[in-house]
């Protein structure tokens, strides 16, 4: 995995590539972690490695979900509230039963879903705001399917940055050399690098 994202050629290729350099963040600041370390909330901040990444994976899911269904809503979720607010609580905390491998692969599995829908989606067909969370917009009808993946990188880019601070108060490592850890590290299938279809 590079420390800096390949030259792109068109605005697609851009939205994959730095969506799949914003991923690979995520695989490096777990570089050589046990399961505790990635458990551990060694900072002020409640967050863990492991709860970050759980939550990169949940947050991409989220926004496909909508990429997906663009330009309609997608399907209700028929949960109860109280089902959903424990999802969402859960997706920030690597509990006892999960190891780092599992929290792994399941962000790898999302992260080749979210790419392969960077090659598929229509960039302009809207994608209606949600009126269910104080945090969205009231005064904007629907975003594009294009500024959804941008918004993803700007979220992947953000929690990734947490990831640095957790990740050097656990044991000093910082990014430039676990990226460079990473490039030897014996093949994993979250580290597979991303390569447009057409390629």
Do not use: C
Request: charged content about 25%; proline content about 7%.
């Amino acid at each position: 995995m590079p420390a800096l994202a390949r030259p792109v050629r068109d605005e697609r290729h851009a939205l994959g590539e730095f969506l799949s350099y914003q991923q690979g963040a995520f695989v490096a600041v777990a570089y050589g972690l046990t399961d505790d370390q990635a458990r551990a909330t060694p900072t002020a901040s409640a967050l863990s490695i492991g709860g970050l990444i759980k939550h990169a994976t949940g947050m991409q899911r989220s926004w496909m979900r909508r990429v997906m269904a663009a330009p309609h809503e997608p399907a209700d979720d028929t949960r109860t509230f109280e089902e959903r607010q424990q999802e969402y609580t859960d997706e920030y905390v690597m509990r006892p039963d999960e190891t780092l491998a599992q929290v792994l692969d399941g962000y790898a599995r999302q992260n080749e879903h979210t790419l392969r829908l960077v090659e598929s989606a229509d960039l302009d067909a809207a994608v209606p705001v949600p009126r269910d969370a104080p945090w969205f917009p009231t005064d904007v009808e629907a975003w594009s399917v294009r500024w959804v993946f941008l918004h993803v990188v700007s979220e992947l880019a953000r929690h990734a940055g947490h990831a640095d601070i957790i990740r050097e108060s656990i044991d000093g490592a910082t990014m430039y050399e676990l990226v460079a850890a990473v490039e030897k590290w014996e093949p994993q299938p979250w580290l597979t690098p991303w390569t447009p279809a057409n390629e």
